[in-house]
């Protein structure tokens, strides 16, 4: 009989490490995890197994579907940004065609086990694109339909992504004979704003400026913010983005009126966050040196996102504000970790 699991990919980033240990706490699916790098041993115990493994692997995911009944999906595995900007077509690979590998995989999945297998997808504030700083501050919050025309390769591919689960959830082989597959993916995906965990510190993103200087003051190194200090952009902490991940995967499927949904919790500018870390660290030494073709990039994403749908259909609000935040999560949890 094969074994009742949950997969998620990209298991040694910064969400796969919140999501994994909120998981192992709190259900009783035993956890699946793939990651094209070791995984950290404190996470690896808390998993039913890792595989050291790339989703562009046909043939081991192939293998996966022969071994596991894998109910949900997480696929967090994804080139950011900033990274994806010097090499945008292994990104297109990686982002895409790695998606899509596991789109097919959750069909093979959902026709064997005749239940659609949930696919729970993280997209971006990148998946919008303003031309303008000006046309950013006016529009203020944006929904789900707004001011998607992204700039960076990253931002379309999880736009493309979006759309490419909402193919494979509602009109995947549409003309073939015999079986329709109709309804064989239940495609779920939130956009995120940007992410700031206390635990990890994350790599190849262009919202790395808040995290980088919490972590940068902790440990007592100096900080160059690649930012102007005026730039604002929606954030959320880790708890947070796990809690939305883990709501939306256990909405009943009748709740939910749209496959795409906005999550946020505060906006603070750059300068906001160079206060708050101040307070928690007067010595450290942060200095504005905007990086101008970075800051592009930031200052193309929303001031703020409507978050209203996943409140309405799902119960979606965060537990924890910008106070909250900093006061509350980040600061102590950081401060001790670097002790
Ligand atoms: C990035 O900066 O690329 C990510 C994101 C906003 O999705 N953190």
């Known amino acids: 009989m094969r074994k009742e699991v949950i997969l998620i990919t990209g298991a040694n980033g910064e969400i ?50 022969g071994e596991y009944e894998i109910t949900t999906i997480y696929h967090l595995a ?27 995989m959750a069909v093979e999945q959902s026709q064997w086990q005749n239940n659609p297998v949930k696919f729970i997808y993280p997209s971006s504030i990148a998946a919008y694109g303003f031309p303008t700083v000006s046309e950013k501050m006016a529009a203020g919050k944006v929904n789900e339909d707004q001011w998607c025309f992204p700039t960076t390769m990253y931002g379309c591919n999880k736009l493309y992504c979006e759309h490419l689960g909402r193919y494979y959830s509602r009109h995947y082989k549409q003309l073939a004979s015999g079986d329709t597959y109709e309804n064989h993916v239940d495609f779920r995906c939130l ?37 102007r200090p005026d730039t604002i952009l929606p954030f959320m902490v880790m708890p947070d983005a796990v809690k939305s991940l883990v709501l939306l995967e256990n909405a009943t499927r009748e709740s939910l009126t ?19 870390v101040l307070k928690a660290f007067p010595n450290a030494n942060i200095t504005f040196v905007p990086d101008k073709k970075r800051q592009a990039i930031v200052d193309s994403w929303p001031a703020d996102l409507d978050d209203s749908a996943a409140r309405a259909d799902w119960m979606w609000s965060p537990d924890f504000d910008e106070a909250e935040s900093f006061n509350n999560y980040l600061i102590p949890v950081i401060r001790e970790r670097y002790k």
């Not at 940004?81 to 596991?102: C, D, F, Q, W």
């Not at 749209?258 to 966050?273: M, R």
Request: charged share 15%.
């Open 78 to 104: 994804s080139i950011l940004s900033t990274k994806a900007e010097y090499n945008p077509e292994t990104a297109h690979r990686i982002n895409v065609e790695g998606t899509l590998n596991l789109l097919r």
């Open 16 to 65: 796969g490490h919140g999501l994994i240990s909120f998981l192992a706490q709190n259900s009783s699916t035993p956890i699946l995890a793939l990651d094209i790098q070791p995984l950290d041993e404190a996470m690896t115990k808390l998993c039913s197994r890792f595989i050291l493994g790339d989703i562009m692997d046909q043939m081991l995911l192939g293998r996966l579907v």
């Open 258 to 276: 749209q496959l795409v949904y906005n999550v946020t919790s505060f906006s603070p500018t750059a300068q906001d966050f160079h206060n708050y």
């Open 191 to 227: 956009r995120f704003p940007g992410l700031i965990s206390a635990f990890t510190t994350p790599t190849g993103g262009t919202s790395d400026y808040g995290p980088e200087m919490l972590h940068h003051a902790a440990a007592g190194e100096d900080y160059k913010c690649f930012v």
